[in-house]
């Protein structure tokens, strides 16, 4: 019904910046909000930042300064900017987005996941 289909992760050196992108596509009537999240091994999935159907951003105080979260809502698209990369910020990477399919369902929908490493 609805798929999120996620790019630009890989390897980076500290200090290098990398643009992840999110694609929603399938059974969609309207996104909400729309988020990026990680998970560090041994760790719990923690949020990036989120963004409103009108731009309306949200930021983790531990996220705020190096990312930035940007959405095109004709492509039902959500991007995240990332700079000034840490060995810390190694994870993996998800999109999610609130999405109403029909009258009768509105769910939160995943992407699979995108791996970035930051080496020393």
């Known amino acids: 019904q609805v798929r999120l289909v996620e790019s630009g992760g890989g390897l980076v050196q500290a200090g290098g910046s990398l643009r992840l992108s999110c694609a929603a596509s399938g059974s969609i009537g309207y996104i909400y909000d729309m988020g990026w999240y990680r998970q560090a091994p041994g760790k719990e999935r923690a949020l990036i930042a989120s963004?409103?159907?009108?731009?309306?951003?949200t930021y983790a105080d531990s996220m705020k300064g190096r990312f930035a979260i940007s959405r095109d809502n004709a492509k039902n698209t959500v991007w995240l900017q990332m700079d000034g990369l840490t060995p810390e910020d190694t994870a993996v990477y998800y999109c999610?987005?609130?999405?109403?399919?029909?009258?009768?369902?509105?769910?939160?929908?995943w992407g699979q996941g995108t791996q970035v490493t930051v080496s020393s």
């Open positions: 999610k987005a609130d999405v109403r399919v029909n009258i009768w369902s509105r769910n939160d929908y």
């Open positions: 963004i409103g159907s009108g731009g309306t951003t």
